[in-house]
Structure formats: structure tokens, C-alpha cells
């Protein structure tokens, strides 16, 4: 099993939809999560750490679900802007400088 | 304030040869991170370097090193390149010891041919 599991998309959405993504990660030792952001051919961007108690940041909301090791992005009002890949990242508890990341999940807005 | 810089941006060798990439951290970072990024597969951890010193390495073989500078600039050396290691490569840093938000530079796109 991978450590960091996304569903690589694409998610199809129009312009002010709505849009979620969940992420599976398999160490239950976990602590740290964070959501990046990959442009075509570009460094990934921090996008969002992710909280216990779950974090809001404009239009993006991060949740964190422990019971089930499963971690959320929720998009709302999708702009043009927000089509990338986004990155579902879990920092490896026995080596906290380590990040494992997830393979991406493309997504594309549409006008 | 300068993000964390890379060069080359595009790097050609041939299969054998040797590469070195740089990588610049942003300023009051003293770690420095490097990760691949092959086609279709996620980023995968190389080398951690802090103060200095190399603090941990991915599942990469030996011809893949490194190294950190006093201003804590790296590089990483790819010896006798193979056509898999084509890719781009990722340097990251943050501040001292691993700190929890590690900041990309855009990156090398090394191609073997």
C-alpha cells in the first residue's frame, strides 16, 4: 500500500462549482499534513497546512480525519486559477524532515 | 524577500557522465532538501542536508550525494547518470533542524540521453 494515496483526477469542474479532494495516508503515527499546489512543469507551492480541529483559508477548508487516515481539500467557488495538481503531503513520523507525497490529483476548471 | 533558487534550469548529459545542481535557500533557512520528480510519479525524498551536514538520505543509490556550504547553498552530484534519472529535481528549504513548511525552487529538468 502506498504510504500517500490520491485519486490523480482530473476532476472536470465549471467556474464557482464546488470541488473535494481526499487523500489516504497509512501511518497512523502521522502528525503533520499539508495540501501543495503544482502548477504544469513548476515547483509545488505550500497551499495549506492541516490542522486537527481542521483550517479555512478563503475559499479552501482542510480537514483532518484520524479514525480513518484520510485527509480533505474542499474547493469552493473554483476560479480559472485553481487548475493544478494538488499535492496531499504527510510528514514521515520517524523522520520529520522527511515529506511523502502524494502523486496529485489534476484539477480543471472550466469558463 | 528571494524564494529558494535553483540552476541549472534545464541540465543535458549523456548516459555516464556526471551532474552537479545548485540550490540557494531562502535567507535564515539552514536546511536544505532535494527530491526527484520523475514523469507520472510522485516527489520522492533524495538527501536532507542541515548546518552543514548530511542528516538523512531517501532510497537512492550512492552515486547520488551532495553537499552543504557555510552560506548553506548545496549541491547535489548525480554520478554515472542513467536514462532513469531524468527528471526534475527539487530543492527545498526551511528553517533550522526540519522545521514543519519546507518552500520549493523551481527546479532542474535534468535529461539523460
Known amino acids: 500500500r502506498k504510504e500517500v494515496e490520491q485519486d490523480p483526477g482530473p476532476f472536470n469542474v465549471p467556474e464557482g462549482a464546488t470541488v473535494a479532494f481526499n487523500c489516504t495516508y497509512s501511518n497512523s503515527a502521522s502528525q503533520s499534513f499539508f495540501w501543495y499546489r503544482q502548477d504544469c512543469r513548476k515547483e509545488p507551492k505550500l497551499l495549506m497546512s492541516v490542522y486537527s480541529s481542521g483550517n479555512e483559508d478563503g475559499r479552501f477548508t482542510a480537514q483532518l480525519n484520524r479514525a480513518s487516515q484520510y485527509i480533505s481539500l474542499l474547493i469552493r467557488d473554483s476560479k480559472l486559477s485553481d487548475s493544478a495538481t494538488y499535492l496531499c503531503v504527510v510528514r514521515d513520523p520517524r523522520r520529520i524532515q522527511k515529506l511523502v507525497f502524494g502523486t496529485g490529483t489534476r484539477l480543471l476548471v472550466s469558463p | 524577500e528571494a524564494g529558494v533558487t535553483q540552476s541549472p534550469t534545464h541540465l543535458i548529459k549523456t548516459r555516464g557522465q556526471q551532474a552537479t545542481l545548485r540550490c540557494s535557500p531562502i535567507s535564515g533557512h539552514t536546511s536544505v532538501y532535494w527530491y526527484q520528480q520523475a514523469l507520472g510519479l510522485g516527489l520522492q525524498f533524495l538527501l536532507w542536508?542541515?548546518?552543514?551536514?548530511?542528516?538523512n538520505r531517501g532510497n537512492f543509490p550512492p552515486r547520488f550525494s551532495g553537499r552543504q556550504f557555510p552560506n548553506y547553498s548545496s549541491e547535489l552530484n548525480v554520478n554515472a547518470l542513467e536514462l532513469e534519472d531524468s527528471a526534475l529535481y527539487l530543492c527545498?528549504?526551511?528553517?533550522?533542524?526540519?522545521?514543519?513548511?519546507?518552500?520549493f525552487g523551481p527546479g532542474t529538468r535534468l535529461t539523460v540521453t
Open positions: 527545498a528549504s526551511s528553517f533550522r533542524g526540519g522545521g514543519l513548511e519546507q518552500y
Open positions: 542536508y542541515d548546518e552543514g551536514e548530511e542528516r
